[in-house]
């Protein structure tokens, strides 16, 4: 008996130590499912600091293709606002999706007294959170790189042929970095 807990608990340990460390704030737990509240330790979103690190970006810095019209200050709030409702979600995906991935990790056992039916399963269960978990670091990861470009002034201009990428796909997904030639070439791939 105390074998199996040990080797729990080493599980846990490694599972643990091989997890990447969540490198972006997550919302308060008032924003989580009550019942999930205890298995993911709240951390404060910092909203206030990106909208600081933006409010300074002028539209007329911003790249704009032959025949479309400069960005207007609307068009810029627009895109700045829709940027943050998705990182907003994204980080409140990311502590929920965190906090069930440690409920499989911690209730996964040693397959003692389990089926290869239920085992499969909650090996399914553990690849679907952690590829979602990684989806969604990689959103908050492109919002960032959107806010870092735009910081830079480098902000609808494509990362391959140097470009604009073009307003109206920027508005659409805000956080292009390719025109839509260079990503068609890039999927035919």
Known sequence: MQRAGAVREERRALASAHRPPLEVTQP??????????????????????????????????????????????????EVLADLERQRVHSLEVLAVQEAELTGLMRNSGDGAGLDQADVGSSQFERDHEMTVLSNERTKVAQIERAYASMAEG??????????????????????????????QREERR
């Open 28 to 77: 308060a737990a008032s924003a989580l499912p009550s019942a999930r509240r205890e298995a993911a330790p709240a951390k404060k979103a910092s909203v206030v600091a990106k909208k600081t690190t933006t409010a300074s970006i002028s539209p007329e810095s911003l790249a704009v293709k032959d025949g479309e019209d400069p960005w207007t200050q609307e068009e810029l709030d």
């Open 154 to 183: 480098t902000y609808g201009v494509c990362e391959s042929c140097g470009q604009p990428i073009g307003k109206m796909r920027l508005m659409a997904f805000p956080r292009a970095t390719l025109c839509v030639t260079c990503k």
